[in-house]
């Protein structure tokens, strides 16, 4: 069983910033795009963001500029980077494969306070 432990969520002030990594336990973790996803309070849980396994990223619109998703395949982690961190940013991130599997990690809890 696939196993995604995510961490590095804390609170942060709006303008600051945070790495979070993600680690996967199981699967060829190099041949396998990957995605950050988060989920606000009352919210359903959204895509932020997509690396192939070639090394080719895509953001959601709310997040482009300020977030850059990365990986090290070698570690079977991948890595998200939040600059300009924003309130609206306030959610319980996770990872996953991309498009995601149905196996989803406990998440890390990331807010910003304003």
């Known amino acids: 069983q696939v196993q995604l432990v995510e961490s590095g969520g804390r609170l942060v002030q709006s303008g600051g910033s945070l790495r979070l990594p993600c680690a996967r336990s199981?699967?060829?973790?190099?041949?396998?795009?990957m995605g950050w996803y988060r989920q606000a309070p009352g919210n359903q849980r959204e895509w932020v963001a997509v690396?192939?396994?070639?090394?080719?990223?895509n953001y959601a619109d709310a997040v482009k500029g300020r977030f850059t998703i990365s990986r090290d395949n070698a570690k079977n982690t991948v890595y998200l980077q939040m600059n300009s961190l924003k309130p609206e940013d306030t959610a319980v991130y996770y990872c996953?494969?991309?498009?995601?599997?149905?196996?989803w990690g406990q998440g890390t809890q990331v807010t910003v306070s304003s």
């Open positions: 199981w699967g060829i973790f190099s041949i396998s795009d």
């Open positions: 996953n494969t991309y498009p995601s599997g149905t196996s």
């Open positions: 690396i192939t396994r070639r090394g080719t990223t």
